[in-house]
């Protein structure tokens, strides 16, 4: 118990005080107080004129369809390109169709082995860029939406916005940790496989590549996908403790810097202090809950003579602790990361939920930029419901929130439970998910479950009991990303417009106040009723269910 308290605590307290800073210089790139960094970027795309909300939010869509038209190009065609030493071939296009959304959406869901499926340049060129790309827009999304909420006249340039995440935040930070990855043992080469000999004589091939880099990105940018396709779970992906944490570290670092530099640039550094402490708070929930549940023994070896006394061992990786793997799960899905350092597939059915919820709720510091962006949606909702308590219209920060902007946070929000509730009710009426689970009963259920919850959540774990790269599934989460990614990217910025388009009132002593602990409570109760009433039934069939049948 004392080495999981001193490992949580080593990285959610370390990383917590290293967000602050971070923040502080998003909230300052943002601003424009790097100007000759901004006249650099400015010859690249031209004069960045202020952008309303509509045509930065056509901006960002376009810029993600020319993504994802350029990686489904390469894609397809990988195996006729250079930088393919181990000879990978072609791969099928509704699997192809699936990568490229899933990477575009800053998801990383893999219905593949990436060691064996696509070459160093379709790695690199298409996947990796996409990891830096999607990442950059989700920040670039938060700070538009910020400059409207503070006030400002125009949401700023998405051009702009994006060359700042990319090349200022995500870069710099991903060359940092993918050198030390690289000195902690994980690849990075061009070279092909490596084939050996073993202490039996037998010749053994061993996938290697450009690993380190891949790797640092795909945690920073709360991307997930891994190189190899057991993740972090492969020893080249995560070879020792202080890669391990580094890793752990990096799932989180931006989403929390996000919130303060939210704070910054609204000018409400308290406000903000009260949205990071209900982050805080849940994210303290799952990780004590996912170790608690954890600590009991697997009864996959109630039969079997082993001894189970440091709780569940199963699909977990010995080297780095039992302890790791739990906290792995909650923070990978507190985030949108989706990178797993234990076979979630394996973990107790209650511990299994824990990851559930992560992606539920979707905002416990959430992807980079757009876990603020869900968080905000719930302020939106907490703000309505005490206005209409106390009579009074609601406001936040002076803009008065009215029914065309609670539609659309509606809209927002009740689109994610639609998403994985509808896709989960019909993969598990037919035999689309039915003839694809190699569980059944209750567990068969959550996996059809998880599936769409990562994919609505752009999380991208998996139970992986499930035998997914099928047409149908490929096209349906595909979809699913697609939409779950922009409408509540669209919607939020939207939202802002028509709160931008009103005349901003003063605040007085009846308005309702955003910076003390009352509003946290309510704030942290908004958020628990919704997505207890909305995803209660699913859980019941099941984990729960699972939990309740193997305890008898």
Known sequence: MLASILTITL???????????????????????????????????????????????????????VMFVFVFALLATHHLLPLNPDGQGATSLHLIFNTAASFVTNTNLQHYSGESTFSYLAQLGGLM????????????????????????????????????????????????????????????????????????G??????????????????????????????????????????????????????????????????????????????????????????????????????????????NLEGKELRLGAITGPVWAALTTATSNGSVGAMHDSLNPLTGLVPMAGMWLNETF?????????????????????????????????HRIEGREMRLVVLALISHPLLILGGTALFAATPWGLDTLNNTGAHGFSEILYEFS??????????????????????????????ARFLPIIVPLAIVGSLMAKRRSAESAGTLSVEGPTFGVMLFITILIFGALTFFPAAALGPIAEHVTLMR
Request: hydrophobic share 55%.
């Open 11 to 65: 990285v959610i307290g370390g990383t917590a005080l290293l967000s602050w800073p971070l923040g502080t210089y998003m909230a300052a790139l943002f601003s424009g107080r790097f100007a000759r960094a901004d006249r650099l970027f400015t010859r690249a795309v031209g004069h960045a004129e202020g952008q309303d909300w509509k045509a930065y939010a056509l901006a960002l869509a376009a810029f993600n369809l």
């Open 129 to 200: 860029w996409l990891q830096f790309v999607s990442a950059a827009t989700g920040i670039a999304a938060l700070a538009a939406l910020a400059r409207g909420i503070g006030g400002q006249a125009s949401m700023g340039n998405f051009f702009l916005d994006v060359q700042r995440a990319t090349f200022l935040i995500l870069l710099p930070l991903a060359i940092i940790v993918a050198g030390w990855l690289a000195l902690s043992g994980v690849p990075m080469t061009l070279d092909g496989a490596a084939t050996v000999t073993t202490l039996e």
């Open 202 to 311: 037998a010749a053994q091939t061993i996938a290697r590549g450009p690993v380190a880099a891949f790797i640092a990105i795909k945690q920073l940018g709360t991307n997930g996908g891994g190189f190899f396709g057991p993740n972090s779970t492969h020893p080249l992906e995560n070879p020792s403790f202080w890669a391990n944490l580094i890793e752990l570290a990096s799932i989180i670092i931006i989403p929390m810097a996000c919130v303060w530099m939210f704070g910054r640039m609204i000018n409400r550094p308290r406000h903000a202090m009260v949205l990071f402490g209900v982050m805080a708070a849940l994210l303290a929930i799952k990780l004590t809950a996912a170790v608690s549940f954890e600590s009991a023994p697997t009864m996959a070896f109630a039969d079997l003579p082993v001894q189970q006394d440091v709780g």
């Open 366 to 398: 959430g992807g980079v930029g757009v876990g603020m962006i869900n968080m905000f949606l719930y302020i939106a909702l907490a703000v309505f419901v005490a206005g209409m308590m106390v009579g009074r219209t609601p406001e936040y920060l002076g």
């Open 454 to 483: 990562s994919a609505a959540a752009n999380n991208g774990s998996g139970f992986e009991g499930l035998g997914d790269n099928t047409p149908a599934w490929n096209i349906a989460t595909g979809l699913v990303m697609l939409i």
